[in-house]
């Protein structure tokens, strides 16, 4: 992002504003924007999307936009002494209270944690889950990131923006940043410092994920560093992906 751009948009964040929006679309106005746009999260494992973005998703679900998170899987193997089916019924109920908590659809797109799959026929499933969404913006995990799961997801959504000719808008966020997520520069920021504690709360939904660890894992910093950047109480940080089509700018205009 250019120096000018980038000043630019710092300075809408501190007004209150947020990631692609107009005057009215972050500003408190209450009222549904007159077009509501589309949205969709795809994290590797229930927890990522929350922990990642919650409070963007959050703030785009507030603001009278459809939001849908897909989970790559079901976080079979994420709860110590438990079987893959009893760990994925405990982290799939989780996953739904916490998008009831951010008002998001959650989708589950059937595969198996820590033994993630990339090919084609993945790449293929996951063209057709997004684009049944129809989406106008996507949020997925920074690929430079040391949990395979989180790779494989961000790659198969890179994929389908690709394959889909830059038809949506494409970000990536941060989770652990240092022990996951690196080299992670943000490109934009979001203005989360009214939907912090509602993103705390859907974290919190991950019983059994330990969710003062995942906030341990710096995600309390990282809100409040990113915060810092774009001169607000608290933020998200992302990076755009560049393409042929700017849909920032019809956003913007």
Known sequence: MKSSSRRRFVQQAAAGLGLLSSPSLFAGNKKAPAK????????????????????????????GHSVTIIYLTSGEAGIAGKSHAESAAI???????????????????????????????????????????KPDIVFTHWPVDSHKDHQIASILTIQTWMRSGSK??????????????????????????????????????????????????????????????AGVKAGEGFVRMNGRKNFSANLLS
């Open 91 to 133: 982290r799939t109920r989780e996953a739904k209270e916490a998008c009831l908590i951010l008002k998001a659809k959650p989708v589950f797109a059937g595969q198996i944690d820590g033994d993630s799959i990339l090919n084609n026929e993945w790449v293929k499933k996951m063209e057709q889950l997004i684009g049944d969404e």
């Open 36 to 63: 509501p746009l589309k949205v969709v999260c795809v994290g590797g494992h229930p927890d990522d999307p929350e922990s990642g973005c919650g409070g963007t998703l959050a703030k785009f679900a507030a603001a």
């Open 168 to 229: 949506f808008e494409l970000y990536f966020f941060e989770v652990c940043t240092g022990e996951q997520t690196v080299i992670f520069m943000p490109t934009d920021y979001v203005d989360i410092s009214d939907f912090q504690e509602q993103k705390r709360k859907a974290c919190y939904c991950h019983v059994s994920q330990d969710p003062p660890g995942i906030y341990a894992c710096g995600h309390a910093a990282m809100e409040d560093f990113r915060g810092r950047e």
